[in-house]
């Protein structure tokens, strides 16, 4: 008898079993699964290709070499060069010339010898826009290049070429219009504008000032100066904190602010989405202009005690080839100049915490906690317990 319920006992776990795949037609569920999507396809090109990654432990060097690196993950404004500071502004193409000619008597060549005709012992040459060639025309004197010329220089100029016909010339030349010494301000700024750069000169940060500052915080905008062919971009919180890269500007140049939210995802064994601040997801936004693996973590809320690791905590990214192998690490069996690498740090460890709390995470980072080995095998119980307890319920309405 007892054999017999034993026996019964078996087939019903085992029917239950080969139940459960035939009921996903009969559970809900929002989207195809796995098995459905393969099943169906007309063209499979599935891969088992691998892709090929270092795996390296953290040290206090390599946190220095990486963090020196995340820190000028963009460029610096101070390789630009070019920038011009305080001096006499030079005529551009596109600016407004005023010309005035004074003699020291009349009878010369721009003034009359009838003294009532005309008062004073001046002219005023009609105002005039320097050419695409750079150029401006002066009666008698001619056509006179005076693009990259002072207004000074330019006078002396027409002094010389005139002295011979005119009675002691002078010649007084003054930009009326500035549009060729001009610099634009665009994008994610309160007024974007473009003016004219003055006689002193103008810093980054003054002419960021002067289209109304950025409408984002420093630590998510990103500006980019254009000039000539060549283009930097680097945050603004960086050049906020580094005077050198508070440059000059030059005329024609092209500042654009963008605004660029940093962000870091985590997986694994953190506390589920939702139950940290209602946070509903694993991307988390950077709220300031440098953040460690520490600070990440306690974002997301810390290692879930009844799951993590703590031994195995990760951080994945794209690394640089060269500091990968300064820091020892063989990277002669990996291609590119980029290398898939996995940062692994202990967090059972205190030395584990300083380096977690000194290396610097990037825009993009993904950070992974694994579970604690024990896990699977509660996973396999916790499916296996609601079948057994199916069978024992059965079974005990069967006798």
Do not use: W
Not at 113 to 118: D, F, K, L, T, V
Request: charged letters at 20%; proline letters at 5%.
């Amino acid at each position: 008898m007892i054999e017999g319920r034993g026996l019964r006992r078996r087939h019903v776990v085992i029917a239950l079993a080969l139940l459960m795949p035939g009921c996903a037609g009969f559970t809900p569920q929002d989207a195809p699964n796995g098995q459905s999507v393969q099943s169906s396809a007309q063209v499979s090109a599935l891969s088992d290709e691998r892709v090929n990654y270092a795996l390296v432990s953290m040290s206090p060097d390599l946190v220095r070499a990486t963090n020196t690196v995340t820190a000028a993950s963009l460029g610096s404004m101070s390789s630009l060069g070019g920038g011009r500071g305080g001096g006499d502004v030079t005529i551009g193409i596109g600016d407004i010339v005023s010309v005035t000619i004074f003699e020291a008597a009349s009878g010369g060549l721009f003034i009359p010898r009838e003294a009532g005709s005309r008062s004073g012992n001046f002219v005023d040459i009609p105002r005039q826009q320097v050419d695409q060639s750079g150029s401006i025309t002066v009666p008698y004197a001619g056509t006179i290049r005076v693009a990259g010329m002072t207004a000074r220089a330019v006078s002396g100029v027409i002094r010389d070429r005139i002295k011979d016909r005119a009675i002691d010339p002078q010649a007084v030349v003054s930009v009326a219009e500035q549009r060729g010494n001009q610099i634009s301000i665009l994008g994610d700024v309160s007024a974007p504008l473009r003016f004219a750069i003055d006689p002193g000169g103008i810093r980054l940060l003054g002419a960021i000032a002067r289209a109304g500052g950025p409408r984002s915080p420093a630590y998510e905008t990103v500006v980019t100066v254009k000039r000539g062919t060549r283009m930097v971009r680097q945050m603004l919180s960086d050049i906020i904190k580094k005077p050198s890269d508070d440059v000059f500007m030059s005329p024609g140049d092209v500042i654009y602010l963008s605004r660029e939210p940093r962000f870091f995802l985590v997986f694994g064994s953190t506390p589920s989405p939702g139950s940290i601040g209602g946070t509903n997801n694993r991307r988390f936004s950077f709220e300031n202009d440098r953040m460690t693996l520490a600070e990440a973590i306690a974002k997301a809320g810390g290692l879930d005690g009844s799951r993590a690791n703590s031994k195995a905590v990760y951080v994945l990214r794209a690394e640089a080839r060269t500091l990968l192998e300064r820091g020892g690490i063989d990277t002669s069996t990996l291609a590119g100049e980029r290398i898939p690498t996995v940062y692994g740090v202990d967090f059972s460890k205190p030395d584990g915490l300083f380096l977690a709390n000194s290396f610097q995470v990037r825009d993009r980072d993904v950070i992974f906690v694994s579970e604690a080995p024990s896990i699977e095998l509660i996973k396999m119980l916790n499916v296996i317990s609601p079948i057994t307890s199916s069978a024992a319920n059965i079974d005990s309405i069967g006798r």
